[in-house]
């Protein structure tokens, strides 16, 4: 790894001070190492110049092997601010959300964040109306499920302290252990229903009625959400497909700007096309998405996608 020059250390210094007060637990060497890429001794430097500028950074005592520094009772809130552009980037996502809940939260956060900014309010709001007018964006306008807010914060609590919920679902009273949620044109519940077992299941959060936290906690055990949607195409899950794409010279340069998902790998081809392998299940979710490419992009395998995504453009052809 190569050292940063002298004139980025100031900046990193004030930004690892940021980084390490975020974190309750504090940050290792290792992860110093690797936001900063510079090797473990200019990470310990950095960690060594911290500890001689506040006194209240120190070792925090974790379950974890490793040495973990943070700030004890302490707080850098006077040395952070907010630019006009981390605002508007913000108010970009609370735009272009078409999720209802999503975006009145996302209102109450930057006002939360334009409070903290009072000295430069009139300064802050005019460079931030500035950014947004010269950058535009596109609402995907659909059909939106109203899920009330209560609704949300059950869930949010159930996770947040791991207790069992119980609510209605498809006119039946159901125990469930949430395990997370995904937002997207509707929102997912992921979690174990006591009464299937092991398996985990996705439910759709707008269908539930009746929703109430118990006293009963969980065991969420080695459960990572990102792990688990890194395994799917999409929302759902089923067996996994080694999946193999070729597109055509015409759209090869836009697919290998396109990120299909986590486990991809893009070949670009002599002939000028374009191959992309991934590993996911979710077969319906990677079909629209083939579809969207009409006949520039074609299966390779597995033979069983092919052969269903066939059935599916002729099922389709059967209505017309």
Not at 32 to 54: G, P
Not at 114 to 125: D, G, Y
Request: aromatic share 10%; charged share 30%.
């Amino acid at each position: 790894m190569e050292e940063k020059p002298r004139y980025s250390r100031v900046s990193d210094i004030l930004d690892l001070a940021i980084y390490m007060s975020s974190k309750p637990l504090g940050i290792t060497i290792n992860e110093i190492s690797q936001r900063y890429n510079v090797s473990r001794r200019t990470a310990e430097r950095m960690r060594d110049s911290l500890t001689c500028i506040f006194s209240q950074v120190d070792e925090i005592e974790t379950k974890d092997t490793q040495k973990h520094w943070g700030f004890i009772n302490y707080s850098i809130s006077q040395l952070v601010s907010f630019t006009p552009k981390e605002i508007a980037n913000i108010e970009q996502c609370q735009r272009r959300t078409t999720n209802k809940e999503m975006k009145e939260e996302l209102s109450k956060t930057v006002e939360k964040i334009k409070s903290l900014n009072r000295k430069n309010i009139i300064s802050t709001e005019n460079n931030i109306e500035m950014i947004m007018q010269t950058e535009g964006y596109a609402v995907r306008q659909m059909p939106q499920y109203k899920i009330n807010i209560q609704t949300l914060e059950v869930i949010r609590e159930s996770l947040h302290n791991s207790k069992i919920v119980t609510g209605i679902y498809h006119n039946k009273r159901r125990t469930i252990e949430p395990l997370g949620l995904i937002y997207g044109a509707k929102i997912y519940l992921i979690a174990k229903e006591n009464a299937k077992g092991d398996g985990i299941y996705n439910y759709l959060l707008h269908k539930f009625q009746d929703l109430k936290l118990t006293d009963k906690t969980f065991d969420k055990g080695s459960f990572n959400l990102q792990e688990y949607l890194n395994q799917s195409f999409g929302v759902y899950h089923g067996k996994i497909l080694n999946v193999k794409l070729s597109f055509s010279k015409e759209v090869a340069q836009e697919a290998s700007q396109y990120n299909f998902h986590p486990t991809q790998k893009i070949v670009k081809e002599k002939d000028s096309t374009l191959t992309v392998t991934f590993k996911a299940s979710g077969d319906k979710e990677i079909m629209w998405h083939i579809f969207k490419w009409g006949k520039g992009c074609k299966i390779i395998s597995p033979k069983s996608l092919k052969d269903e995504y066939k059935k599916y453009l002729e099922d389709v052809l059967t209505n017309y």
